[in-house]
């Protein structure tokens, strides 16, 4: 049992970041962006929690820290894709780049060495739990918010038909860019588990395409919440999978891979076929 429980808590403590991460991509992909940004939400939210907190001696000041520049990175892809038309792809895969190289030369600056910081005040067993317990609660809050208010009906919309949303006299633009913010502070959030939650330092790499996966757990997913969380869980089980089986023979080089052979599997279809929001990636243009 004891075994059991080992692996049950250790797929919880895989999947919380990915549980953040695809919550976030159902916001977006719901509104109709498509955010190839989350790992570099992740990366701005990880490496901002950490310096802060750094910086202040308050893990708590540092995961508000990483949240808000999680919500920032996010605006920056909504203003990029439905104020200057930006093709989606290209957007997100500028701000990976960017938050990547933006977080190793701020290690040098902030910490005064590369590859990684020093250990700083984080949020402990006790947070790590909360966080854990809280990704779950944002999954309910999430599909509440989406299938149950006004806000959610016009996200919706927007993602599957956002001129009916404009000629209902909301800008689709404007609901759009509100999502790419609740979704990058919900990325950021994933982020600043990573580094305060399961850790208490940033390094170079330690998103380690967190934010792919994640994007395949909403494939998986159906681009609901409950379904994506499940699919994180998946990918957060196959994750402990390779610590539970190092013993038993199993080259460990196959079992780090599972979770990537896994999205790779979503990404081109094996999971079956699954319809994506109408107008997800697509611009709208007045």
């Known amino acids: ?3 059991l429980q080992d692996f049950v808590m250790l797929t919880l403590v895989k999947a919380a970041p990915l549980i953040f991460a695809a919550l976030a991509g159902v916001i977006c992909e719901r509104a109709g962006i498509l955010n190839i940004a989350l790992e570099g939400q992740l990366t701005v939210g990880a ?14 000041l540092g995961l508000l820290a990483g949240v808000l520049a999680g919500a920032l990175v996010g605006m920056l892809l909504g203003v990029a894709a439905t104020r200057f038309g930006v093709d989606q792809i290209v957007a997100g895969t500028g701000i990976n780049l960017l938050a990547v190289g933006g977080a190793a030369f701020g290690l040098t600056v ?4 590369p590859g990684a910081s020093s250990e ?5 067993s006790t947070g790590e739990n909360v966080l854990i317990a809280f990704a779950f609660v944002a999954a309910l809050l999430l599909h509440v918010a ?7 009906l016009r996200t919706r919309a927007s993602g599957e038909n956002p001129r009916a949303v404009r000629s209902a006299g909301v800008d689709p633009r404007t609901v759009r860019l509100i999502a790419t913010a609740l979704g990058g502070a919900l990325a950021g959030l994933g982020g600043v588990y990573l580094s305060l939650g399961e850790l208490d330092l940033y390094s170079d790499g330690m998103t380690a395409g967190r934010g792919f996966i994640a994007l395949a757990a909403v494939i998986f997913g159906r681009w609901t919440p409950f379904g994506a969380t499940g699919a994180a869980l998946g990918f957060g089980a196959l994750a402990a999978l390779q610590f539970v089986l190092q013993r038993t023979g199993v080259p460990s080089e196959l079992m780090q891979a599972l979770p990537y052979l896994a999205a790779l599997a979503a990404l081109t279809g094996i999971a079956g076929r699954a319809r994506a929001p109408q107008s997800d990636g697509v611009p709208y243009t007045e």
């Open 1 to 3: 049992m004891s075994g």
């Open 47 to 60: 490496f901002t929690a950490v310096a802060v907190s750094f910086a202040t001696g308050s893990p708590l």
């Open 110 to 113: 902030v910490f005064g060495q």
């Open 120 to 124: 700083v005040p984080a949020l402990g």
């Open 146 to 152: 989406l299938y149950k208010t006004p806000w959610g």
